[in-house]
């Protein structure tokens, strides 16, 4: 490339980053490099009490896309987030405590970041910037119309997410995006447009930081409310708990406890019977059934034990 190119595109992605909102430079931080340590915490602490109002603006978009997720999952489709950097890490992230807290497949929720597991840790350079990488790595897993394809990507103009969605969206995915620039391509690309605009940074274009933690909410708020939404949640306990562990069995017997007001033997014991299914325990407890019967109930109830119980 001749450095004329070069000095060309640095030229449009500099007249790009321009117009970018978290890209700006916040007038209320510029003097962040006087102050000491409790005064730059306070900045950063007062520019992150916009996040939360942000995201809620954007709930009735969150809505549409659980309301897919939901569908996709009953037809055993799956929730797929994409993104490069700290976007991908984000998603990565999510979708791993998926499966421990609702004791659903690995596959069910994924992650996948720009430059694969190793991008994870370190910067693979060039991958978010790629056009090809994007669609590959969802060829590789066998991407299917009944999924649903999230983008991730603060500035909203990351190629690899771009040309992961219109990949998507060429298989006849449902696709959002999840960005924090309104006037973004990854804003108005996807079927669903999800846009918490935090402003500017307090360290200007470091958007691991409001724009992160936006997209952190945002990212809980879709598979949580799939997961409630698809029956791993009963009152405000996590029954579909995967006890894999010594501190998860300890929660799952807390909250067969919870659920019941039984005693921690009578917890222990209805767990044993149940194979270690918190939500299965829960219904021995409540309606005095065996393992077996309590099975039926809950398949009878679509796995919502509210349901089940009322039966």
């Known amino acids: 490339m001749s450095p004329e190119y070069v000095f060309n595109q640095q030229r449009a992605l500099l007249e790009e980053l321009n117009g970018i ?4 430079q916040n007038l209320d931080t510029l003097d962040i490099d006087l102050l000491d340590s409790t005064e730059i915490l306070t900045k950063i602490n007062t520019e992150d009490q916009k996040v939360a109002e942000a995201v809620r603006l954007v709930i009735p978009e969150i809505a549409k896309a659980v309301d897919h997720i939901v569908t996709a999952f009953k037809q055993g489709g799956r929730l797929i987030y994409i993104g490069a950097g700290t976007s991908g890490r984000l998603g990565i992230l999510d979708a791993v405590e998926c499966a421990p807290t609702y004791s659903v497949s690995d596959q069910q929720v994924m992650g996948i970041i720009a430059g694969g597991e190793t991008a994870f840790k370190k910067a693979v350079e060039g991958a978010e910037d790629s056009l090809t990488l994007g669609v590959e790595d969802l060829k590789a897993i066998n991407l299917q119309a009944k999924d649903v394809v999230v983008g991730i990507a603060a500035s909203g103009r990351t190629p690899y997410v771009r040309a992961a969605i219109d990949y ?18 990854v804003m108005k690309q996807p079927d669903i447009g999800i846009c918490p605009v935090v402003g500017a940074e307090a360290v200007t274009g470091s958007t691991r930081m409001k724009s992160g933690t936006a997209q952190k909410l945002v990212l809980n708020m879709l598979s949580t409310a799939s997961m409630i939404r698809t029956g791993k949640v009963y009152k ?3 029954v579909d708990v995967n006890a894999s562990n010594e501190k998860l069995h300890a929660r799952a017997i807390r909250i067969v406890m919870q659920a019941t007001d039984c005693t921690h033997q009578q917890g222990v014991d209805a767990l044993a019977q149940a194979k270690q299914s918190a939500k299965l325990a829960i219904l021995i407890i409540l309606t005095g059934k065996d393992a077996a019967q309590a099975e039926q109930m809950l398949n009878q109830a679509d796995g919502f034990l509210r349901k089940a119980v009322e039966l």
């Open 21 to 24: 909102v978290s890209e700006g």
């Open 236 to 238: 405000n306990l996590m």
């Open 168 to 185: 998507a969206k060429s298989v006849g995915c449902t696709t959002v995006g999840v960005t924090c620039n309104p006037d973004s391509a």
